[in-house]
């Protein structure tokens, strides 16, 4: 860590929510203002405890929670953020032990009573999910991890509950945050990244869950020859070029082959059945290329000659980094030597969809295909159980989209009622569209935060939710997403035990996600919902605020900005959103306005959505025949 947090003068201006002159002038205009202490004549860098010493003097120093604070110290002074957390989480293992580490890292002392002020609020598990939950967040120098909706989806088609789980590429332990979710009595992994596995050790050992992370190469050293695991769940490195094909061309773990130099992936996919039980099964993420490049066609045979590779199902683009590839998972089972082989394979296809809502899907898919793998699964464009010999040809091409059985062709009736929805909503729109004029004068630029609404009581600030251990409820009320948010639609989650409280939402309630793309607000229209994680709840006093115009105010570009965390990511701590200050009879002519501007982004997403499937119906019949243009006559021109 380095001696002395820094901070640039972008960064100065993030923390105080203006603009980068702002900070030019006060460096101009006041004396006081902290002299840099590193960087370059062109690029300066500041004390950042000097900084803010200084902007609090000024009243220019937006109120922070404790963790947001701890984060950005922690952040400005690490050389790496994962070892900066980690080296908290050391210090907060050590208090749930009852004492402080032996090498603590003295960098940190002047961060402590920020640790023990977060440790004596939420005890040392939560103040360490707190900061996790913003290193989580994308931003420079914390690497993509594989999301909770993912590695939740991944460890339910292992079926990990109830036994040992290994992760061979763990990183930062997020499938192994999944595995204990999902209740596995055991979790181990390995990671190459002395800082990650650090990161999943110190989760696993704040809850005191069985097992072991390992620093180390999977592939060249693996920590765990001896074992044999219930579940191995896995999301590999891709594309690695050395990842020790030589040294290994005899490993006793290429159980199907000699794996070939060009297919690394396979490599981690034989590595992962080596640690397997019989009857085990391994989920790993894949790009989707190994499920036909001609270099793996030899152990992509085998693997389905022996019994080994169950299901290849094709995820929607964007789960996971590279994140404009849609990637497979693979499920394979450890199938004992001598037993017969299943004569079918389960090839889903599930890159046309939302994650959030085709899990469920998926999962239901393989778990009826694994209790019955002789039997025929045909779902026209979703699934097929292929016959074995059939995936036995020329390519061994394993792409589920290739595979699947031919969706029923589109009724002209169905192409007509598309068109006719498409044209009621488009003729909508203009009636939709609220009705602005130029103000004579300018806005008098009066504005209150959401902190100084909260502590004058016009609204209450709930949330966000923070992880729990209730137990799993399908039948239980919906749960409102972030995805719901963003894509404007009903609740669709589940409770489950990753809910540490369950707040039911109210009509007149605004929800704005803390993680997104942008700064987004929802105003809750009916009950009957609960609030997801990663939300904010804001509930107006109606006395004081309207909802709709609380809604409109929280999402505007300004706001973005100012809300934006200090490094820069789409995390937002809402409480730094600054509202207009106007009566209560002016808040309501703007909320309705915000109400029929959200009305308006509501039907022009439908419309994109009508339109896009009218274009493809219309390109299917004309391509195969069953539409034809139509001719229109055309007078001709008289001869001069």
């Avoid at 973005?560 to 009879?585: C, M, N, P």
């Amino acid at each position: 860590m380095q001696e002395t947090p820094t901070i640039t003068a972008a960064e100065i201006a993030r923390l105080a929510g203006v603009g980068r002159a702002a900070v030019s002038n006060w460096r101009k205009r006041h004396a006081d203002f902290p002299a840099p202490v590193g960087g370059t004549a062109a690029s300066p860098e500041f004390d950042l405890l000097q900084v803010e010493q200084w902007l609090r003097g000024q009243g220019k120093l937006p109120e922070l929670a404790i963790a947001d604070r701890l984060w950005r110290h922690l952040a400005a002074a690490s050389d790496s953020p994962a070892a900066g957390l980690a080296a908290v989480g050391a210090l907060l293992l050590g208090r749930q032990r009852g004492g402080r580490p032996r090498r603590a890292d003295p960098h940190l002392a002047p961060l402590l009573s920020d640790v023990d002020a977060l440790a004596d609020e939420l005890g040392p598990q939560g103040a360490f999910d707190e900061m996790w939950q913003r290193f989580s967040a994308p931003g420079p120098g914390r690497p993509f991890a594989t999301p909770d909706d993912l590695a939740d989806l991944m460890v339910g088609l292992a079926d990990v509950g109830g036994g040992s789980v290994l992760d061979p590429a763990a990183g930062s332990g997020a499938i192994l945050r999944a595995a204990v979710r999902a209740g596995c009595t055991s979790a181990y992994g390995q990671e190459l990244d002395g800082d990650l596995g650090t990161l999943a050790r110190l989760w696993l050992a704040l809850r005191e869950v069985p097992g072991e992370v390992v620093v180390g190469d999977s592939l060249r050293a693996d920590a765990f020859p001896e074992r044999a695991f219930d579940a191995v769940v896995c999301h590999p490195p891709f594309g690695v070029t050395n990842w020790g094909d030589e040294e290994l061309v005899h490993d006793p773990r290429w159980i199907v082959g000699t794996t070939p130099r060009t297919e690394p992936e396979l490599a981690w996919v034989q590595h992962a059945l080596a640690r397997l039980r019989v009857g085990g099964h391994a989920v790993l993420l894949m790009p989707p290329t190994v499920a036909s490049r001609r270099a793996g066609k030899r152990i992509r045979g085998e693997l389905l000659r022996r019994g080994h590779l169950r299901a290849v199902i094709a995820l929607p683009p964007g789960v996971a980094a590279p994140h404009g590839v849609p990637l497979h998972l693979w499920v394979l089972r450890r199938a004992a030597a001598d037993a017969p082989p299943p004569a079918r394979a389960l090839l889903i296809d599930a890159a046309g969809g939302d994650l959030a809502e085709t899990s469920p899907r998926v999962l239901a898919t393989w778990r009826a295909f694994a209790a019955a793998p002789d039997a025929e699964v045909e779902e026209a464009g979703f699934a097929r159980a292929v016959p074995v010999i059939e995936l036995l040809d020329e390519e061994v091409d394993l792409t589920p989209a290739r595979r699947q059985p031919v969706v029923g062709e589109a009724s002209g009736e169905h192409l007509v009622r598309t068109r006719e929805r498409l044209a009621a909503v488009v003729g909508e729109l203009s009636a939709l569209m609220p009705q602005v004029t130029p103000a004579l004068d300018e806005a008098d630029g009066q504005f209150l935060t959401v902190g100084e609404l909260a502590r004058a009581g016009a609204l209450q600030l709930i949330g966000p939710v923070r992880a729990g251990s209730s137990e799993p409820s399908p039948d239980g009320p919906p749960v409102l997403t972030v995805q719901d948010v963003l894509a404007g639609s009903e609740a669709s989650g589940r409770i489950d035990d990753r809910y540490g409280q369950e707040i039911a939402l109210a009509v007149g309630d605004v929800v704005v996600p803390m993680i997104a793309r942008q700064l987004t607000a929802r105003v809750v229209a009916a009950e009957g919902a609960l609030l997801g994680r990663n939300l904010y709840l804001l509930r107006p006093n109606p006395a004081a605020l309207d909802p709709w115009f609380l809604a409109g105010q929280l999402r505007t570009s300004a706001n973005e900005k100012q809300a934006s965390s200090l490094s820069g990511t789409l995390r937002f701590d809402i409480r730094r959103a600054q509202v207009r200050r106007l009566s209560l009879d002016e808040q309501r002519v703007h909320g309705e306005a915000f109400r029929r501007l959200d009305a308006f982004e509501s039907a022009i997403r439908q419309a994109a959505s009508l339109g896009a499937e009218l274009v493809q119906l219309t390109a299917d019949g004309l391509a195969r025949g069953a539409l034809r243009p139509e001719q229109r006559s055309s007078r001709k021109r008289p001869r001069a």
